[in-house]
């Protein structure tokens, strides 16, 4: 298994775009994750699905940012308007249920 | 809400020192525990996973410790080697849901 895949690996973008970062988990895995790493406040969950259904999105920021999940095989996470401050680091992560947790290269999100 | 803390935030150690990086985290009710390494600009490396049960686990040069009572793990790298230089991350998972919570990281250079 090639492990988690996002893309893209890196994505500047101007203030008021949108930005849609993609993630494929690894095959059998029942959750994925997305989270989102600063200096300032580390790694924060924003989003976690469980057999494709969202089951805690507690740490979504606002209403700018949405997560799918069409099917067990892809993720999207969108923000629209994208502003300077979600400048990050974006992860996405798989895991089998109740398991040991595998993350993705991430995506380097600049906004500008 | 659990809390994860890692102590030191940086370190610096001469080769061939063995390095001792602490986890304290703030509700016992864990299922498991997981360390990371993330290498500059790269994703997260799971290098160990403790279940409640375990008091450690062990891989090659890394052992981790569990005390759940006291809401402490500690990871040992015997002979540090140049490496070993990485950001250590550790992150637990409550007991009924399968989303992890990250301290914010121990950044440790290997002094040649």
């Known amino acids: 298994d090639a492990g988690v895949i996002q893309s893209p690996r890196h994505e500047v973008t101007e203030m008021g775009q949108e930005v849609t970062l993609r993630c494929k988990p690894i095959s059998g895995h029942n959750s994925l994750f997305w989270y989102r790493q600063t200096m300032m406040r580390g790694l924060e969950l924003l989003i976690y699905f469980n057999n494709n259904v969202p089951i805690d999105d507690s740490g979504m920021p606002e209403d700018r940012f949405s997560a799918k999940m069409p099917n067990a095989s892809f993720s999207t996470l969108k923000i629209q308007p994208s502003e300077p401050r979600d400048s990050a680091v974006y992860f996405c992560?798989?895991?089998?249920?109740?398991?040991?947790?595998?993350f993705g290269q991430g995506t380097r999100l600049t906004v500008v | 809400k659990q809390e994860v803390t890692q102590i030191p935030a940086a370190l610096s150690v001469p080769e061939g020192e063995n390095l001792v990086l602490n986890c304290s985290f703030t509700d016992s009710a864990i299922y498991n525990l997981q360390w990371f390494r993330q290498d500059p600009g790269k994703g997260l490396t799971s290098l160990l996973l403790i279940q409640s049960s375990q008091r450690e686990q062990t891989s090659g040069r890394l052992n981790a410790s569990l005390d759940k009572s006291s809401g402490r793990s500690t990871l040992y790298i015997a002979a540090s080697q140049p490496g070993d230089s990485a950001t250590y991350l550790c992150?637990?998972?409550?007991?009924?849901?399968?989303?992890?919570?990250f301290g914010k990281g121990n950044q440790v250079v290997v002094i040649p």
């Open positions: 992560a798989s895991s089998p249920r109740i398991g040991e947790a595998f």
């Open positions: 992150a637990v998972r409550p007991r009924g849901n399968n989303r992890l919570a």
